[in-house]
């Protein structure tokens, strides 16, 4: 442990290249999806990834509330992601913040682009998302769970919407960042991405990377979203082929 003012930074990095929990630099935390676990949404999903546990449930396409917020020509896609009173070890005020209401934009707005929007006008398609434990990544997370509760609902997509972060740890660029990670690395970048086309339509970064690093984590990115995509449609194989939730799922 070294230390700078008060604070313990943790070796986030071992000289033999492993990271503050055993993994190497391009390997994602374990991953649980299940499909349907809630029965009164239309779709839902929860997901266990690392220490993040993340419910996301999607009703519509619905009446829009409010009413002046109804488009004519299609869809309109409302988020609202909420980091649980509980989620984390300081206590966090409950409620809305500037950061949740920041996250819930950037994550309608990547929906906004997968969904077939136009085909319902006047309508709304509405979005929860759930921290009940937080171990950074919370977003990603909850893009794969509100990705896979949409296909749940049976909401028309382009494709599923599978999201990493990835940052810069002790000067080496990493997938899928821990809490740790996030808090004492330089650089963290959550991304969602597009399967088919590549297309990125969330991407946001806090802290500093030279060019060179930025191209590596967007390669690195792609790479740990197309591993989660085949979670993720794995996860829905097993809700549908089996004719219920899928397995974990309670009842
Ligand atoms: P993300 O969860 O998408 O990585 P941030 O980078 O903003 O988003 O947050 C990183 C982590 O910091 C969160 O996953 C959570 O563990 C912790 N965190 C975020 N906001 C708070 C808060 N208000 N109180 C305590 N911990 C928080």
Not at 129 to 156: F, Y
């Amino acid at each position: 442990m070294g230390s700078v003012g008060a604070k313990e930074v943790p070796v986030l990095l071992s000289p033999d290249g492993k990271r503050i929990d055993g993994r190497k630099l391009d390997e994602l935390r374990s991953m649980r999806i299940v499909a349907g676990a809630l029965h009164q949404a239309d779709g839902s999903a929860f997901v266990e990834w690392g220490a993040n546990k993340v419910m996301a449930a999607v009703y519509g396409p619905r009446e829009v509330h409010p009413r002046h917020l109804q488009q004519n020509n299609k869809a309109i896609v409302q988020c609202k992601y909420n980091m649980a009173a509980f989620s984390v070890d300081e206590r966090k005020r409950p409620g809305l913040d500037r950061r949740s209401q920041e996250i819930s934009k950037v994550i309608a707005e990547a929906f906004e682009s997968v969904i077939f929007v136009e085909e319902f006008p006047r309508t709304s398609i509405d979005i929860y998302i759930e921290v009940l434990q937080a171990n950074a990544g919370t977003r990603c997370a909850g893009v794969v769970a509100a990705s896979v509760a949409l296909a749940d609902a049976g909401i028309p997509m382009v494709d599923l919407l599978p999201a990493v972060a990835v940052g810069k740890v002790a000067g080496k660029i990493a997938l899928d960042l821990k809490k740790e990670e996030d808090n004492f690395g330089e650089a963290d970048l959550p991304m969602a991405l597009v399967p088919q086309s590549g297309r990125l339509v969330l991407l946001q970064m806090e802290g500093h990377m030279t060019g060179p690093e930025l191209s590596e984590s967007l390669d690195l990115g792609v790479v740990g979203c197309r591993a989660i995509y085949e979670k993720m449609k794995q996860a829905l194989r097993d809700r549908y082929q089996l004719g219920g939730p899928s397995e974990g799922a309670a009842q």
